[in-house]
């Protein structure tokens, strides 16, 4: 099996055949020469959906001289424009390829993977049509807006075979990892509590009002809703005031922050292959219960984060986690610090150089690696789907206000039809 794509070194390999024949110079920067990469060994990359949080991301990548960023899909010409400008002024030229509708750069043989980066009702349908297409993905998350959105699209890329990376990229990031492996080393004596920093869940079923819809080649009103339920345009919705709406949004917002600090805890316990199996909600918590005890606790944080009280250390900064054990705890936020206690034990620990928390680069490397050597990287399809629908499961509870009990195995809840059935949404016909 190809480590993936290889349309343009097949051709480039060709041309190189035939020009054989007679002499040909080919520069010291073409053979991949003082740290350049051969344009036929480059991993190309497509972008579904480009919005801040994808600008970010892009900036990353776009450093890494095994990747090349050809093409750009969103609905809205204003983010497509945007998108070209970067990429090409990266670059020097102006080869990169806009589309409206993703599922044209998808039909490009010469694609190797895409990163999804659209709003949450996106990323499942998108990321699984790419693997069918044949590509990897990269896609920020939270990676499915329903448990059902989860399962399948980790069931498709296991079917396809085609490499998935989900956009927790906490995994990554030192200071995150550092908890972790100290959590894992007995240091901190037996895990009892694992404390997870959450958004207040909301709830918001309401319209904006309706305004005059755009034509398409400025905003692609029915391809931007694509699977979500149809509603009226308005403005502030592709402005990115779509968040907390739940046609177009996750787990009553619980993944914005859930899907990241949720998954940490998982990989703190070592239970990446099962999850919580009691969930019960509070006004200012949920409470996971592991089948071995380890309490989970879902911090409701409300905004703006800068008086998180006696709960938090607020110097951490945002996505904070805390592990305790019987004999210490460990404190860890995005600002790349660590806190440790009791300080016989934190003199034992060295604080790791200081990345932020939202930093790709690690992440997005793991990412095109594996893309090269197939295999599975950190935050694979089977990880996401644990950790993501733990986060659902925490979710249904608070939204129907009762504690559920999950089966790990069946990922199906115990004697209660209604939760069962909120573990999928209807989508809507789009194409």
């Known amino acids: 099996m190809q480590p993936f794509h290889s349309t343009s070194r097949r051709k480039f390999l060709s041309a190189a055949a035939a020009s054989m024949a007679a002499p040909y110079f080919v520069s010291p920067k073409a053979l991949g020469a003082a ?18 949080r ?27 424009d945007a998108g070209k400008a970067l990429v090409d002024g990266h670059y020097g030229n102006s080869d990169c390829q806009l589309y409206r509708d993703f599922r044209e750069l998808l039909d490009r043989d010469d694609i190797d993977a895409v990163i999804v980066a659209t709003g949450d009702r996106w990323h499942a349908a998108a990321s699984m049509q790419a693997a069918k297409a044949g590509k990897d993905v990269y896609s920020e998350k939270p990676c499915g807006i329903t448990i059902g959105d989860c399962q399948d699209l ?91 709406y739940h046609d177009f949004d996750s787990g009553a917002r619980l993944l914005d922050w859930g899907a990241h600090t949720l998954d940490l805890c998982q990989w703190a316990n070592e239970s990446d292959h099962t999850m919580p199996t009691e969930y019960e909600p509070t006004d200012r918590n949920i409470t996971c219960t592991y089948a071995n005890g380890v309490k989970l606790i879902l ?43 009791p300080d016989s034990l934190a003199k034992q620990v060295e604080q790791s150089k200081r990345v932020r928390g939202l930093d790709v680069s690690a992440h997005a490397r793991n990412f095109f690696d594996c893309v090269k050597n197939r295999e599975q990287p950190v935050c694979n399809p089977t990880i996401m789907r644990r950790s993501h629908v733990a986060c659902h499961a925490a979710a249904l509870s608070w939204i129907l206000q009762r504690k559920l009990t999950l089966d790990p195995k069946t990922e199906e809840f115990v004697n209660d039809d209604e939760a069962n059935r909120l573990r999928r949404r209807a989508q809507r016909n789009w194409a």
Not at 326 to 339: C, L
Request: hydrophobic letters at 35%; aromatic letters at 10%.
């Open 299 to 341: 911090d409701f944080l409300e905004e703006p984060f800068g008086d998180r009280g006696p709960r938090w250390i607020t110097r951490l900064g945002t996505c904070p986690v805390r592990f305790v054990g019987d004999e210490g705890w460990v404190e860890t936020g995005d600002s790349g610090e660590i806190v440790v206690k």
């Open 154 to 244: 980790a069931e498709t890329f296991a079917k396809t075979k085609r490499v998935f990376q989900a956009g927790t990229q906490r995994r990554s990031v030192p200071n995150f990892q550092q908890a972790v492996q100290l959590a894992h080393s007995g240091k901190l004596g037996q895990l009892k509590t694992l404390h997870a920093t959450v958004y207040v869940p909301t709830l918001d079923n309401s319209w904006l009002p309706a305004e005059k819809t755009p034509p398409p080649e400025v905003c692609d009103w029915n391809l931007w809703l694509g699977p979500a339920p149809w509603r009226p345009y308005n403005e502030k919705y592709v402005q990115g005031r779509w968040r907390g």
């Open 35 to 52: 740290g350049d990469v051969a344009p036929s060994e480059k991993i190309t990359l497509g972008v579904v959906g480009i919005g801040p």
């Open 54 to 80: 994808c600008t970010y991301d892009l900036k990353s990548m776009l450093q890494l001289k095994d990747v090349q960023c050809v093409a750009i899909a969103d609905v809205q010409a204003s983010r497509r």
